[in-house]
C-alpha cells in the first residue's frame, strides 16, 4: 500500500476504488435541504503565458466528505476564452498514477467539453458518489488551444503533473513526465456534505499559503486544522486555503489584495460559515508608508462585508519577523499597534492569537527558533502545527444569520 493511500486513512487500494466516487444510494432527507460545502481551494493568480494541447494532472488534499463532487475551472485572469475538452477525476495511488477503476469523466451542462469566457469561472456537474474526508483527489484537465495569461495558483507546494496532448482518461503515470508545483485553471472542489456541515477559509499570505512546510506532506497550518476539525465535535469540516505569497490586505501585487479578491476567493465557495483572516504583515514590513489605521480601515471592510455576507469573521494577529530582512523598529510599532486593534476591537466574532503562539518569550519580536523555518518569518511544520492547535475550534463558529439560497 502506497503512502497516499495509507494516508488516505489506512484503505486498501482495492477498498478505495470500491468505495470512492462511486455512485451511492440517495439518502433520506431530501437533497433539497441539503446544501454543497467547499472541499479544497486554491486562490486563482496569473501564471504566465498558457500553453496549447495541455493536459493536466492535479492532485489536492480534500477536507470535508460528501457526496457529487463539483469542480471550478478559473479563467479569472485570462484575457480570452479557454476550452477544456476533457476533465476527469479520481484517487492518487502514486505519483501521477491514479487507484484503477476511479478515474471518472466530468461533465459541464452534461456536455464533456466547456468553454470558460475569460474572467469568469465555471463548475462541473455533480459527480454521483462519495468522497471520504482526506483523500488525495485528482483532477485531470486537456486545455487544447489555450493561449494568453494562463490562471493558477504558483506555489502549490504539492507535485502535480503535465503532459503534451490528451491523456486525462489515462489512469496510468506513463504520459505524466512532466511535474509541475503549481495547480492550473482548477481553483475549487466541493461536495454535498452531511446536513448542517459548513466550512472556513482561510485568507492570507505565504504563511496560509505554506511556505517552509514540507512540500507533498500537507502540513500547511489549514491542512494541520483541516485534520483538526475532521475529529472535533464541531459541525465545521471543510477548510479552504485562500492564502498566496507575498500577498497584502490593502494593494495588489503577489495576487489581487485580500479586499480585491474577498468575493472571488472567499465569499463565491458554497457553504462558508467563517472567515480566519491572517493577513498584514507583507503590508506593514513593505516600508510603503502604510500605517497601523490604514491596516485597520482594510481589516474592518473585509469584517464588514463578510458579516453582510452572513460569515463570522476570526481576526488572526500579525506574527513577529524579527530578523527579516525587511524589519525595522517602525514595522514593529505598527505590528503592535495593529494586533493590539485585533484583540481588543470587538470588530471580529473571535480571535486566535497566532503572534502569542508563535513569539519567543526572551524575544517577543522574534518568531520562536523551535518555531522557525529558517528566515524568522515563515513558521516550519511544528510551528505550522502550533497555529492550527492555537485555533478555539468551538469559537470558529457563531450565531449570525446566514444567507440561503
Not at 7 to 30: F, I
Not at 116 to 122: E, I, M, T
Not at 273 to 299: C, M, S
Request: proline letters at 5%.
Amino acid at each position: 500500500m502506497t503512502r497516499r493511500l495509507a494516508r488516505a486513512g489506512g484503505l486498501t487500494a482495492a477498498v478505495l476504488a470500491a468505495v470512492v466516487l462511486q455512485p451511492a444510494p440517495a439518502p433520506a432527507q431530501a437533497v433539497g435541504q441539503r446544501g454543497d460545502v467547499v472541499t479544497w481551494a486554491a486562490s486563482a493568480d496569473r501564471m504566465g503565458e498558457a500553453a496549447a494541447d495541455r493536459s493536466y494532472r492535479l492532485v489536492v488534499r480534500t477536507s470535508v466528505a460528501g457526496t457529487d463532487l463539483r469542480i471550478r475551472l478559473s479563467n479569472a485572469f485570462g484575457d480570452r476564452p479557454v476550452t477544456f475538452d476533457s476533465a476527469y477525476t479520481g484517487l492518487q495511488a502514486e505519483r501521477a498514477a491514479l487507484v484503477r477503476g476511479s478515474n471518472r469523466r466530468l461533465t459541464f451542462d452534461g456536455n464533456r467539453s466547456v468553454t470558460v469566457p475569460a474572467g469568469k469561472s465555471v463548475l462541473s456537474d455533480p459527480l454521483p458518489g462519495r468522497l471520504p474526508a482526506g483523500s488525495d483527489l485528482v483532477v485531470s484537465i486537456h486545455t487544447p488551444d489555450a493561449a494568453g495569461p494562463a490562471t493558477g495558483h504558483g506555489m502549490a507546494l504539492q507535485t502535480s503533473y503535465a503532459a503534451k496532448g490528451d491523456h486525462t482518461a489515462q489512469a496510468g503515470a506513463e504520459a505524466w513526465t512532466d511535474e509541475i508545483g503549481s495547480w492550473f485553471y482548477l481553483d475549487a472542489v466541493s461536495v454535498r456534505p452531511q446536513a448542517g456541515t459548513g466550512a472556513v477559509v482561510a485568507l492570507g499570505d505565504s504563511i496560509t499559503d505554506g511556505w517552509q512546510s514540507t512540500t507533498d506532506l500537507d502540513r500547511r497550518w489549514p491542512d494541520y486544522l483541516a485534520r483538526r476539525l475532521q475529529k472535533a465535535d464541531t459541525p465545521l469540516k471543510g477548510v479552504a486555503n485562500e492564502g498566496i505569497s507575498g500577498n497584502k490586505v490593502l494593494a495588489d501585487g503577489a495576487g489581487q489584495s485580500a479586499l480585491n479578491r474577498l468575493d472571488r476567493d472567499v465569499l463565491s465557495h458554497p457553504g462558508v460559515r467563517t472567515v480566519l483572516l491572517f493577513e498584514g504583515v507583507n503590508d506593514l514590513k513593505a516600508h510603503t508608508g502604510v500605517t497601523a489605521q490604514d491596516l485597520i480601515a482594510g481589516y474592518r471592510q473585509i469584517a464588514d462585508r463578510a458579516h453582510k455576507a452572513g460569515k463570522c469573521v476570526v481576526g488572526a494577529t500579525v506574527a513577529s519577523f524579527k530578523g527579516w530582512s525587511e524589519w525595522d523598529p517602525a514595522a514593529e510599532a505598527v505590528r503592535q499597534e495593529v494586533n493590539t486593534y485585533i484583540r481588543t476591537s470587538g470588530d471580529f466574532d473571535a480571535v486566535t492569537d497566532f503572534d502569542r503562539v508563535l513569539r519567543s518569550p526572551y524575544d517577543p519580536e522574534r518568531i520562536l527558533p523551535v518555531f522557525d523555518g529558517g528566515d524568522h518569518l515563515h513558521p516550519n511544520d511544528k510551528g505550522m502545527q502550533a497555529m492550527a492547535d492555537a485555533v478555539d475550534l468551538h469559537r470558529l463558529d457563531c450565531d449570525r444569520p446566514r444567507r440561503t439560497g
